[in-house]
């Protein structure tokens, strides 16, 4: 399960920004900060901070990733040919968690997490509990059986607020998702603006 330390619309109201686009986001009352200085006035934010915040952003968005764990995905990406920040987007869309929560078999990111955890998931049959299992162009991603008339599961699915995106076909019958191919930054629908390049400069210091 995800190892939290803070409501999860924190991370909104930290960022100032709706990024999961949920129409229940405090950010859509109050565009500042949590706690007793959130409203206090931002001075100008140095390259670092820009970095240091495009970072925070992006891990949070995938269930606020411990930051050994996302170090670890960057440094894949990086090892890996082409460019480095396409190759994080795409590992970061190819972990188990995430397609859960793109095929809208979930509402959440954070629901995706313990959904996987919890053991509701089979990937080619088989029964994977692994979040940061990363999926491959080709896998079936399927909800269990016992699972699939699951309250929660069936209300996400009706979900108007998101779109399942073209790398990913699912049937909400039958409950099954294929993970087509490996997506790129734009073909991502996040609800705000992603920088992943900046986060490249960030460890790359």
């Known amino acids: 399960m995800t190892k939290r330390t803070s409501a999860k619309y924190k991370i909104d ?59 670890k995905i960057y440094d894949e990406a990086a090892r890996r040919k082409g460019d480095t920040s396409e190759n994080l987007i795409g590992l970061l869309e190819s972990r188990l968690d995430a397609i859960v929560y793109r095929a809208k078999f979930v509402a959440t990111v954070f629901a995706a997490r313990q959904f996987v955890n919890h053991g509701h998931v089979n990937v080619n049959g088989v029964r994977t509990n692994i979040q940061s299992y990363v999926c491959k162009p080709g896998d079936v991603i399927e909800v269990r ?14 979900l108007a607020e998101r779109d399942v995106p073209d790398y990913i076909e699912v049937d909400h019958h039958k409950m099954v998702a294929t993970y087509v191919r490996v997506p790129g930054l734009h073909d991502v629908p996040y609800a705000v603006q992603m920088e992943p390049n900046l986060v490249v400069e960030f460890y790359s210091r």
């Open 145 to 158: 059986e016992k699972s699939k008339q699951n309250v929660a599961v069936i209300e996400a699915t009706q």
């Open 13 to 71: 109201r930290r960022m100032g920004e709706n990024i999961w686009g949920r129409p229940k986001s405090p950010v859509n009352r109050r565009q500042y900060g949590p706690g007793q200085h959130g409203q206090r006035r931002k001075g100008k934010v140095s390259d670092f901070g820009v970095q240091l915040r495009a970072k925070q952003k992006l891990k949070g968005y995938y269930g606020d990733i411990r930051e050994k764990q996302f170090h």
